[in-house]
């Protein structure tokens, strides 16, 4: 072989050298990134979770319109009880995410 391939097969090697190790770094930037967006909007989904977990808007509502509605006291306690408004507030919220995620084109959330 002569010199002259020599020095070529030897760019070629350290030519996938560089190409590998760029890959890896790469690789690592993106995990990290990927990392720290995950951790970031972690945190902020259970703030928001939390504080809308301690708001119970179901029953403030329903106690509303039932004391509009001139309801007997005793059925307000019995379905608060039961948890009716919470069942139709999950309810809702399942609806309004279904409807939500009608509105994405099927060319995108079809594989």
Do not use: H
């Not at 010199?3 to 050298?17: D, E, R, S, Y």
């Not at 770094?25 to 902020?44: A, E, S, W």
């Not at 507030?89 to 060319?107: E, F, K, Q």
């Amino acid at each position: 072989m002569s010199g002259f391939g020599v020095i070529i097969k030897w760019l070629a090697t350290f030519w996938g050298w560089v190409e590998t190790g760029f890959t890896w770094i790469l690789d690592g930037v993106i995990l990290l990134l990927q990392f720290v967006v995950f951790t970031v909007l972690d945190g902020l989904f259970l703030v928001v979770e939390t504080a809308l977990g301690a708001i119970d808007l179901s029953a403030v509502i329903f106690n509303y319109a039932a004391s509009w509605s001139n309801l007997p006291t005793q059925l307000v306690w019995l379905i608060n009880a039961v948890g009716l408004p919470q069942c139709f507030a999950i309810l809702g919220a399942a609806y309004i995410i279904r409807l939500t995620l009608n509105l994405i084109p099927s060319v995108f959330t079809r594989v």
